[in-house]
């Protein structure tokens, strides 16, 4: 419930009329609002926040540039075995980690179609998150990390200035230090790590252009 009323606050904010005039639109401020909801997208989290923000530029009628700011709560529960090799069986144990995640991910959008700020878009980008996780036991890391991709969509731009925007997209995230990556690990700007790559299914924005 404190999900839905702080989804419908952002909202609010973000399309109020004093944005959204009949003018030529040159920047789109949107954001994800399943992200908000997105524990039900991968497995065991015990909690889950996650908010993005994304502005976006118009700088020709082929092209755009935009930047987008994400940050990540997760309160996470696993389960593992343990092979004694003494006893010759397997015991079950179990640990938490919370993890914090900060995301800034600056894209170029090209729009082939003349059409500026709305219509179908391929957009490239780079990625940098810094995360922090801590265990159960008190042990802490910060992990920095890199990686690109590419994304595909298409977005609407109506008169009165609302935005609605899908997409889907591709990509590898590198970390520094290494660390082991578990599969379906979403990040901060909803980009899904799975066994070799990234993938982004939740490409679903509402926002205001002006």
Partial sequence: MKKILFLCAVMLV???????????????????????????????PDDLFIIDLETQFKISNYSNISITLSFLYGDYTFSDYDYDSVKDIYEDYSYREIIFQGGFKPMYIYRPFGTGLKGFFIGFYPNVDLQYSITSDNNGALYTNLGFGMDLGYKWVFDSGFTMQIGAGIGKTFSIPPKTIRDDFINSDGRITIKHTDISILGFKLGCSF
């Fill in 14 to 44: 973000i399309n109020q009329g004093v944005f959204c005039q009949e003018a030529e639109k040159k920047v789109t401020i949107q954001t994800s609002p399943l992200l908000l909801f997105s524990e039900i997208f991968v497995s065991n």
